[in-house]
Structure formats: C-alpha cells, structure tokens
C-alpha cells in the first residue's frame, strides 16, 4: 500500500476521532488528565498487541535517540493534555484550530530535514490563518479566542513539531515499537505525576461509555498506523501532514450532522474550507 493510499484511509479515521472524543469529555464529570492518561495507555497496548501478532517488534539501540525520545515523551504528553483539555469546545472549532498543524510540521521540516520551503506555502498559511479568524469570529464581528481554542492552537504546535521528530526516529525505528513508546512513555509520566488519576478514568469504562470509548480506540489506533506507515513511506513530512488535514471538513462535517453543532455553521462551513485548501497548499 502506497503513502498516499494509507494518507487517505488517515483522513477517514481521523475525521471521526474527535466526535467520538466530544462526546466522551462533555460531561462535567469527565477528567481531561485521567481521560489522557486511560486513552494513550489503551492505544499504547492495542498497538504493541497488534505489533507483536503481526509486525516487527524488534529495537535497535535506543541510546543514540535519547535525546529525540526525551523530546517524543514531552511533546506527545503535553499535546494530548492539552488536546483534551480543547476539546471542551465544539468538536467542529476544535478541529479548524488544530488544522494549523502542518505550518509548524512545515516550519520544523524546513529548519530540521532541510525539506524545502516553496513561495506559495506562504499562501497556504495565510488561509490556515484566515481560517482560524473566521472560526473565532463571534457576535458583532469581534475575534475572540477561548480557552479551548487556545489550548488547541498549543497541541497543533506541539504535535506539529512532533511530526518532524517522528519522522527523524522513524528512519531507524520500526513503525509499531516506535508507536508503543510513542504513546506509552508519556501515559506512564503523566500517570506518575497524577497518582489518582484511575479513580477518575472509571467514568469512561462505564456502561454508558464503554463503547463509544472502544470504537474511538480502534479508530484511533488504525488512524495512527496510516499516519505512521505513510510517514515512514513516504518522502515528504510536511505533504502527508497536509494532506492528513483535509479531514478538517470531513469532521465539521460531521459534527454538524452528529453533533448538532449549527451555531456559526456558515462561518465553520467557511473556515473549514479555506483550512483544508491551505494545509494541501502547505504540501
């Protein structure tokens, strides 16, 4: 399967994820901390089980990436604290914010791997830019940030130079073990800096729960398989990211649908699209 075959499937996966995640964290009892820790614990082991059934698991020396890992465990810890943290907006916001990703995926990549920075990915930033402001646009044409979409802004740079440090691991790294650590090494140093953070994920294994819980794992798991198998396929960083964005429509999408978010839905349907048009310029 080629990377841009496995981008596609990415897109599909990811354009549900964050609906499935709304739902879990609206509720006032919902822990974004607890939530973090249980998710990425979940995701870390149904990988390594998916890993050690059907893939390589092998490691090479890991002391020449200490650095890189050190770098993996904050980036990837910190982003998903403040991902869930977001998503206390609407699934729909959450999703257009986030879509800025790829600037700093582009920014790292041009700094970092020497990939190249093309005149006309200064258009696509504008338009991500553009699109942000349209999106945050309330009553009266006043531009106002929420706390939410703050936080989301934070995890898209987070994740955004992430992207590139994967990419440098993945060059000597297997996709799954590289997968396990990425997700199970931040679980365990923020579960040890949160001791009680198992009383508060109980919520989320409830009946009421438990089964929205899985099919978010499941598709989040297979949406970071594309994401990664892609990642190491392919020859470009920054054009996978981008191209992974064009989910931002699929999941406004969707939530208009699903979730019922129709406040400023001229505005998201907007701003979704200028997102989407400028992360593919962003390629």
Same mark, same amino acid.
């Given at each position: 399967? &080629? ?9 599909? %996966? ?21 939530? /973090?820790?249980?998710?990425?614990? /979940? ?8 890993? %050690? ?84 646009? &309330? ?25 590139? &440090? ?37 919520? %989320? ?79």
């Amino acid at each position: 399967m &080629n990377w841009l075959t496995l981008t596609l499937l990415c897109v599909f %996966f990811v354009s549900i994820a964050p609906l499935l995640q709304r739902i879990l964290l609206r509720g006032s009892e919902s822990d974004e901390r607890a939530f /973090a820790i249980l998710f990425q614990f /979940a995701n870390g082991l149904l990988i390594a089980l998916v890993g %050690f059934l059907f893939f390589d698991m092998t490691l090479p020396d890991l002391s020449p990436y200490l650095p890189n890992l050190i770098i993996l465990a904050l980036l990837y810890g910190l982003g998903n604290l403040f991902v869930f943290a977001a998503l206390r907006v609407e699934a729909s916001i959450f999703t257009i914010v986030f879509a800025c990703k790829p600037i700093f995926t582009l920014l790292s990549s041009t700094l970092i791997l020497k990939e190249g920075l093309e005149p006309f990915q200064l258009t696509g930033l504008v338009l991500i830019i553009f699109a942000i402001t349209i999106a945050s646009i &309330n009553h009266g044409f006043k531009i106002r940030f929420s706390r939410g979409e703050l936080f989301a802004l934070i995890a898209a740079v987070l994740f955004g130079f992430e992207v590139t &440090n994967d990419r440098i691991l993945l060059k000597s790294l297997n996709v799954f073990p590289f997968m396990t650590i990425a997700y199970l090494i931040p679980a365990i140093i923020i579960a040890l800096s949160y001791p009680s953070w198992y009383k508060k994920a109980s919520v %989320f294994l409830s009946k009421k729960n438990i089964f929205v819980f899985l099919v978010l794992i499941v598709t989040h798991v297979l949406a970071s398989i594309t994401f990664f198998l892609a990642l190491q396929t392919g020859y470009n960083s920054s054009q996978i990211s981008a191209i992974s964005q064009v989910s931002t429509v699929v999941t406004v999408l969707l939530a208009i649908v699903f979730l019922k978010e129709n406040d400023r839905l001229v505005k998201k349907i907007i701003a979704a699209v200028f997102s989407a048009i400028g992360v593919i310029l962003l390629k």
